[in-house]
């Protein structure tokens, strides 16, 4: 006996995809455009990096493609050409001054920081779901996403910041610096890749770093100075003052990896006490 073929519904809605399947491009087509990305070919290089101290990183898998042909074909018609494509149009303004740095994160009204915050949301979702990175976002977060156009998933942190001028990149991570004594960082270290993520992209000056966590009694620690919450407006984080003398020394392919590093895990026990 054959086994009846699993139904294909879409990421965001759940509805079946017979006959209203559509081709989601990961990168919006205007951005595509706008820096000659198209016909750019790139390699997606999954790693493993085992937790002990000072061990190599594990190439998983390698996959190279171009630009036009990222895509997600696990989205409906209506989501493609409902609630994403009027995110698109939008935000794409403010996109592409801040690609050019002729507008900063801190510079935005509370309403431009929701259209970005999701439209970063959306494109990291997408990209998770299409890419070979074997991680995923839970599918009820995406789900999420689409019915509340007011905010985003539960316990989902948006961060944006400035870089020297690099075409395009993103990265997706499951590892953190935990910031806490032995006895309470080693309670946690098994939940990162089921109970976290973060993903970056890049593109011009502009870097949108989509991090979540569910972890209770620990808060996202960022980068004073650099990082730029954008989403939520309010809310707890620890913020820590590291040196960043090291970013002069990097190409600046480097820099979204650095600023991902550079958002943390603490543990309130760990904050300083204030004078």
Known sequence: MSKPKKQRVCLYCGEDL????????????WLLDELELRSKQVSAVHLYQPE????????LSVRSLIYEKI?????????????MSGLEQGCQG?????????????????????FVARWATKTAYVLNSSANYTIKVPVEQLRELRECSTGLPWGVVVVGTTSPFFESGWFQSTRWQLCAPDNL???????????????????GHMILI??????????K???????????PLRGKC??????????????????????????????????????
């Open 18 to 29: 017979k006959g209203v399947r559509s081709q989601e491009h990961v990168f919006p087509q």
């Open 210 to 219: 989509v991090v979540w966590h569910s972890i209770p009694g620990w808060w």
């Open 52 to 59: 002990e101290q000072d061990a190599d990183a594990q190439v």
């Open 221 to 231: 620690m960022l980068w004073s100075g650099h990082h730029t919450v954008l989403w």
């Open 94 to 114: 403010i996109l592409r001054d801040m690609i050019y740095g002729r507008r900063l994160p801190e510079q935005l009204s509370e309403a431009e920081c929701l």
């Open 238 to 275: 620890g913020w820590h003052y590291d040196d960043d003398s090291n970013r002069g020394k990097l190409t600046p392919n480097m820099d979204l990896p650095l600023q991902m590093h550079e958002i943390k895990l603490v543990h309130p026990r760990y904050l300083a006490k204030p004078e």
């Open 71 to 83: 895509r997600e074909g696990r989205i409906c018609a209506r989501c493609n050409n409902g609630w």
């Open 185 to 203: 960082t080693s309670r946690i270290a098994g939940l990162m890749d089921t109970r976290t993520y973060k993903i970056g992209v890049q593109f």
